[in-house]
């Protein structure tokens, strides 16, 4: 049946009734938006079981992507837009006295993430299912997430994050019974002869059992979905004696209870280690066992299928699938390997050494020792593949276990037949730098796929405003093929497009103005710069240069409370991993320094800092299309990509940055005169490393602004931080600034003074948006993905040709 409001809202009623025996006007939003889930669920379900069939049917290669975060966040606007569905449902639930907003707003986020990680491996599995290629992923299906943030006496306090409620679950899931499968985890292992193999003989250790729970992945306008499988840890049947109490159990349902356990402790760090072989393990199971299911030959494995390894939390992928080939199914060890490297690829998130996991021996023995010995026997492989032929020192540095640690970076890549950064910088600093080693062993292997984002989502749903205009300049084209976007370059000098963009701009700040005085009771200004940093805190992203700009301000109103400037609001949102101890001190500053500057009246409202808690994709969605100003303002050479730099661009804020990860190329499309860019070049930083002439002291005592400002966390100018204020000010004199931002201060202040200057002319900021918007039609997952497809994974897409488009709607 084909959709029209009509027929929708008879179905929804009718639903309604079936599900919960109710009206409309006696349901609970919960109820409605649960039917109207239910009812979107049912109209895509035969089209994912059609997809399944013709990935088989066809015999095409399927690739599987790992990845131990996912941040879809909320799904159902998501699957009506790709069904084209969007307007028709809100017109006929509007019909019912329906706000969809209010449903949307009941759909919790679905806290599978921490940032950047999480949220492209969910851009990628709507592109895979956009583009038609058949990709699918596999992950953990958290309980709590990572943590909800609050914010008590200016304190980040980290609360459980239950995203999947008790009773609710996710509406959009499909738990998988059938599918289930066992891992082994710990005790002791000995291989015994056996023929021509050796078979590994478990003593003690656990089994637990993995349940699938899949997630429809709904392309766009194509009628294609794939599939997200999460796993949850559950005690089988058979081991049950084994947990006789509450405690005991827990300790295996824990396994997927919470993302990114605290790594400061011995335990934390365990249990880190065993979800990540708890989800490889099942999820190469899996595979294996579909791939078997057909019948075909294990010695072709890497022709039909491709497990792609998202940073080195599944890095264990290689040697699980060693284990399966060669204790499982008996292959060589020659033909185990050589299907092994066909299969896997690798991509690297990070250029920062302490980001590339490395594990104890001793702890890997304990919870897989016989993934121990696989990776043992790769390593002595390895070690005489290599032995002369190349310097026995760079055999030393790239081995994968040394020092008493096992290197998932150095298992993906010698395990793989691709390892890829995410943006051009940071390919080059692969190649150069970071794994240089490798590089000279293995050039053909490295590639760069920068980064991209979703840009449905980022501008249909979460931009209305801006959205309304490009359809109103350009037509509707663009929302199926984004580059048309591109054409608003040909009204760059229209006024009243450049109008209708600043008007769309306030229309969002507007929206957030009312987000922020209802989170947090602060009134703010529609018609100040809406300048903001949301994303990870650590300290190489440099939230601490942005508020030393803010102390700095704040001290200069109070000299001169008349100063002319353009009336700023700052807005932040950020989470610190609960064990880093700094950044949460940053946060505590920035919230002092908030409570400061917004309860003082001799300011005259020029300036307004605001911290938003929690900050997650829905929130996001909010916040980007009010920005005017994007900070980033990473360290030079320390930041892999970024996307949110990208999604800030595409809704048309100007971007402030250092030339680091993918600003790069953002200031490649806009050109010089439509970016702000300030700060150390990557060259500059690594003379500094290499010549250690870099003292942070210098610039406290030589530069009197510096000197000023810094005084303020130390002086009692910035009340309650007398901890956390000294705490700053040591580390960027004393322990002399690592990540160089009193460096780049003044250099950041010269680019905010341009930002001031080009805000006051609303024609040419307008103009500059535009471009950015225009512009960022350019960094689409849609075609990062077609580039992993046709470079790395070799699949093809299985919609080219097919009907896309409005007219591609799901049938009732």
Known sequence: MELTKENFVEKFEERLETKYALDVKDATAYELYDTLCSLVKSAYTRKWRQTWKEYVNKDEKQIYYFSIEFLPGKMLKSNLLNMGWLETVQAGLAELGINLEDLVKVEPDMALGNGGLG??????????????????????????????????????????????????????????????????????????????????????????????????????????????????????????????????????????????????????????????????????????????????????????????????????????????????????????????VQVMSYTNHTIMAEALEKWSVQMMNEIQP??????????????????????????????????????????????????????????????????????????????????????????????????????????????????????????????????????????????????IKEKTGIEVSPDAIFDVQVKRLHAYKRQLLNLLRIVKVYLDLKDNPNLDMVPRVFIFGAKAAPSYRYAKSIIKCINEVANLVNNDPSIQGKLKVVFLEDYGVTLAEKIIPAADVSEQISTASKEASGTSNMKFMLDGALTVATLDGANIEIKDKVGDDNIFIFGLTKDQVYEYYANHSYHGSDYYYNDPV????????????????????????????????????????????????????????RNRWNKMSLINTANGCFFSSDDTIKKYAAEIWNIKSVTEGKEVGTNAKYPL
């Open 370 to 515: 016989r993934l121990l010995q696989i990776i043992a026997e790769i390593d002595n492989r390895y070690v005489k593949e290599w032995a002369g032929k190349v310097d026995g020192s760079i055999i030393e540095r790239t081995r994968i276990i040394s020092g008493g640690q096992v290197h998932m970076a150095h298992l993906a890549i010698i395990g793989s037949h691709s390892t890829n950064g995410v943006a051009k910088l940071h390919t080059e600093l692969l190649k150069e730098d970071v794994l240089h080693d490798f590089y000279t062993l293995y050039p053909e292997r490295f590639n760069n796929k920068t980064n991209g984002i979703t840009e449905r989502r980022w501008l249909q749903l979460a931009n209305p405003s801006l959205a309304r205009v490009l359809d109103e300049t350009l037509g509707t084209d663009w929302r199926s093929d984004i580059k048309q976007v591109h054409k608003l370059l040909d009204y760059a000098d229209n006024q009243a497009v450049l109008d209708k963009i600043g008007q769309a701009k306030r229309e969002n700040k507007v929206r957030l103005a009312a987000v």
């Open 706 to 761: 510096i000197h000023r400002v810094l005084d303020a966390f130390v002086d009692g100018t910035i009340p309650n931080i007398s901890n956390e204020g000294h705490e700053i000010f040591d580390s960027l004199t004393y322990l002399n600034d690592d990540y160089f931002v009193l460096g780049d201060f003044e250099d950041y202040l010269r680019a905010q003074a341009e930002v001031d200057e080009a805000y006051r002319d």
């Open 119 to 340: 949220r492209l491996a969910a851009a990628f599995m709507d592109s895979l299912a956009s583009d038609g290629f058949p990709g699918n992923g596999n992950g953990i299906r958290y309980k709590y997430g990572l943590f909800k943030q609050k914010f008590v006496n200016g304190y980040q306090v980290e609360l459980p994050s239950v995203w999947l409620k008790s009773g609710v679950g996710n509406a959009w899931e499909v738990r998988r019974d059938s599918k289930a499968v066992m891992v082994r985890m710990g005790g002791h292992v000995h291989l015994e002869q056996k023929g021509d193999y050796l078979e590994p003989v478990y003593e003690d250790g656990m089994i637990i059992r993995a349940v699938p729970y899949d997630t429809g992945m709904v392309g766009y306008h194509n009628q294609h979905v794939n599939t997200l499988r999460l796993w949850e840890a559950e005690i089988p049947e058979s081991e049950e004696t084994k947990y006789p109490t509450i405690e005991a159990r827990r300790r295996v349902e824990d396994l997927t209870a919470v993302l990114y356990p605290d790594d400061s402790t011995e335990d934390g760090r365990r249990l880190r280690l065993q979800q990540e072989y708890f989800f490889v393990s099942a999820g190469v199971q899996s595979i294996v066992r579909h791939y078997e299911k057909y019948g075909k030959p294990l010695t072709e494995l890497g022709k039909h299928i491709g497990i792609h390894i998202n940073d080195t939390h599944p890095a264990m992928c290689v040697a699980e699938l060693m284990r399966i080939l060669l204790d499982e199914k008996h292959m060589s060890w020659e033909d185990a390997w050589q299907q092994t």
